[in-house]
């Protein structure tokens, strides 16, 4: 039987889940009327943050594609932008304009949105942040999406109609965590929602999938004896309302630089535990320190100038 759309809810957790993941939330609204950027004054001082230069540039660099560096260290040639709509996607918060990616990453999306209500029975999806136009640091918000190879997929299923502009803006996804953050809300949590990750970790070219510890948790627990796609499964906490994907280096490109291998085995074992301790749960506020200076041009892979300023 297809899911149905699940209602969208508010959780009160999600302030705390935040404070413990370095990725800013999807639930962050956009805005309706997106202004430009005002021009930097002198955009070539080596001092100025390369997320202020990339953050301006709001079309793709007319080059050959490449992604170029690490994922949260580089940038991308030659993107294009996924439709905001599709027949099996939608595009949220599109004021950020954070749905471009690698030619690669575009196709993928599109495949998977295309295979995901025959062999999950999920209606579609609903794509949060990929890249911007030029990949590179991003001015809120996430430390990796920089090579045009990441996507956030919401876990909420894609309506059976075209989401109004105002929605895109300021819905929220569905929470699949429970309030205290060790399992999953039964209320919520499906088994579709099981076949779409497993549907997608078992793609060719897929380096890894980041999930809420309580996700990876539910995934062991209800993957049976199918279990060798649970390896690229990876917790991390944030994500309890959407599920990032993280592609391999496009083969060929030796200028992109991939993550090592995940760790062998499924990772369902001690190693999950830590995830769940009270260190991490209830973590002790430590004295703010020194912030690091932000990240300029000379910090990333010299062909990223030339991406920034290529035409």
Request: one cysteine or more; aromatic letters at 6%; proline letters at 13%.
């Amino acid at each position: 039987m297809p899911l149905r759309p699940l209602p969208i809810r508010r959780a009160a957790v999600l302030t705390v889940l935040l404070a413990l993941a370095a990725p800013a939330s999807a639930q962050d609204r956009g805005t309706l009327n997106p202004k430009p950027l005002p021009p930097l004054a002198n955009p070539d001082d080596p001092s100025v943050p390369a997320k202020a230069l990339f953050g301006r540039a709001t079309t793709p660099a007319a080059l050959p594609p490449q992604a170029i560096g690490g994922y949260a260290r580089g940038c991308v040639a030659g993107a294009k932008a996924l439709p905001i709509d599709g027949d099996t996607w939608q595009v949220m918060r599109l004021s950020r304009n954070r749905n471009w990616g690698h030619p690669r990453l575009v196709a993928f999306l599109e495949k998977i949105a295309a295979d995901a209500p025959r062999k999950a029975g999920w209606p579609g999806l609903l794509v949060g942040d990929m890249s911007q136009p030029r990949g590179g640091p991003m001015l809120t918000g996430h430390a990796s999406h920089q090579l045009g190879l990441d996507a956030d997929i919401w876990l909420t299923p894609m309506p059976d109609r075209r989401l109004t502009r105002t929605e895109r803006e300021e819905m929220s996804a569905t929470n699949v965590v429970r309030p205290d953050r060790r399992d999953i809300d039964p209320e919520v949590w499906r088994p579709e929602h099981l076949r779409l990750i497993r549907m997608v970790a078992r793609e060719p070219g897929v380096g890894r999938l980041f999930v809420n510890p309580a996700i990876k948790l539910a995934l062991c627990r209800e993957a049976g004896s199918d279990r060798g796609w649970l390896t690229k499964v990876r917790p991390i906490y944030g994500h309890n309302y959407h599920f990032h994907i993280r592609l391999e280096c496009p083969a060929g490109e030796a200028a992109c630089h991939d993550q090592d291998p995940p760790p062998t085995g499924d990772g369902c074992g001690s190693e999950l535990d830590y995830w769940f301790s009270d260190a991490v749960l209830n973590p002790k506020p430590r004295p703010p320190g020194k912030p690091r200076p932000p990240m300029t041009l000379a910090g990333l892979p010299e062909a990223c100038r030339t991406v920034l300023k290529a035409r």
